[in-house]
Nanobody, 116 residues
Framework: VQLVESGGGLVQAGSSLRLSCAAS????????MAWYRQAPGKQRELVAI????????NYADSVKGRFTISRDNTKNTGYLQMNSLKPEDTAVYYC??????????WGQGTQVTVSS
């Protein structure tokens, strides 16, 4: 599986963005998927994770109520809807996947910058 993120950009505080993660390969639908982010000088942190079928999700406390993770297994694509963005959400956002036949795999990342 290869992952390609898109949808990042420069926005003002309070705005919304939707990130997409397009996966190649046939095992995406049986893998968990997650979004991580890494801000300058900080460690990479988990933002949200979703089960293979989409029925279970978890979020970092800092994004609960503002971000929504989802997936469309018919399109081999995952999403992160980000609303009410804050300057502290500025980071490179990475897509991640892993499963019974898939070792942990990362995308190349997409930059999200939120201006105040």
């Amino acid at each position: 599986v290869q992952l390609v993120e898109s949808g990042g950009g420069l926005v003002q505080a309070g705005s919304s963005l939707r990130l997409s993660c397009a996966a190649s390969g046939s095992t995406f639908s049986i893998n968990s998927m997650a979004w991580y982010r890494q801000a300058p000088g900080k460690q990479r942190e988990l933002v949200a994770i979703i089960s293979s079928g989409g029925g279970s999700t978890n979020y970092a406390d800092s994004v609960k109520g503002r971000f929504t993770i989802s997936r469309d297994n018919t399109k081999n694509t995952g999403y992160l809807q980000m609303n009410s963005l804050k300057p502290e959400d500025t980071a490179v956002y990475y897509c991640w996947t892993a499963g019974p036949h898939q070792p942990p795999t990362w995308g190349q990342g997409t930059q999200v910058t939120v201006s105040s």
